[in-house]
Every structure is written in C-alpha cells, then in structure tokens.
C-alpha cells in the first residue's frame, strides 16, 4: 500500500508561482505523476516522473511546458511541481499519483494511488 501525502496549494495571482509537493510511503514505486482537474472538465495529464531514472515527462504543447517543472527527492520520497508564471487557466485541484508498475505514464489508468488533491486558483 501507498500514502500520498500533497500539499503546497492556494490562491496566486496570474504570472506567479506555487510549488507543490507530494510525500510518498510505503511500497517502492516506478513512477509518479501530477494530473489536475477544473470544475466540469476531465482529469488531465500534467507531467510525470520515474522514480529510479528520473525520466520526466510533460503535457503536450503550450499547456505547461515550459512552466512546469517536475522533481523528486528519493532520499524523502518526495515529488515536486514547481509551477512558474501560472495563467487562470490553470485553476484546477491538482493531484499526484503513484505506481509501482512500468507502463504509460501519462494515462491515469496505470496510477494504482492517488493522492487527496490540492486546490490550485490563479486569479487574473
């Protein structure tokens, strides 16, 4: 079993930055990710990370590459986001996500836990 602990979310206005971080127990994963979610939209992918490696890997286009910068630390078995010149655009609740298992980690079919999420809201 996983726990995933988040935190680090709030209110900013556009063009500032939050960092969020999620604190991982338990079993040894291969990798995590962060996927958000706005109100009457689908969750989507964000950016995602290999936990051994380090290999890390960000949502398509302009969407936040670019902005977006994915981390861990594997000595607190801990995930970052660093989120730089953020639009309102990217109000979601934001979770993080983990797997043991190899595989396509941009889909949120292959994450087995999830976190609580934190509420990110940029005004403009």
């Known amino acids: 079993q996983v726990q995933l602990v988040e935190s680090g979310g709030g209110l900013v206005q556009a063009g500032g930055s939050l960092r969020l971080s999620c604190a991982a127990s338990g079993r040894i994963l291969d990798a995590m990710g962060w996927f958000r979610q706005a109100p009457g939209k689908d969750r989507e992918f964000v950016a995602a990370?290999?936990?051994?490696?380090?290999?890390?890997?960000?949502a398509d286009a302009d969407s936040v590459k670019g902005r977006f910068t994915i981390s861990r630390d594997s000595t607190k078995n801990t995930m970052y986001l660093k989120m730089n010149s953020l639009k309102p655009e990217d109000t979601a609740v934001y979770y993080c996500?983990?797997?043991?298992?190899?595989?396509?980690?941009?889909?949120?079919?292959?994450?087995?836990?999830w976190g609580q999420g934190t509420q990110v809201t940029v005004s403009s």
């Open positions: 996500a983990a797997t043991p298992i190899p595989g396509r980690v941009t889909s949120y079919r292959l994450y087995d836990y």
């Open positions: 990370i290999t936990w051994t490696a380090g290999i890390t890997y960000y």
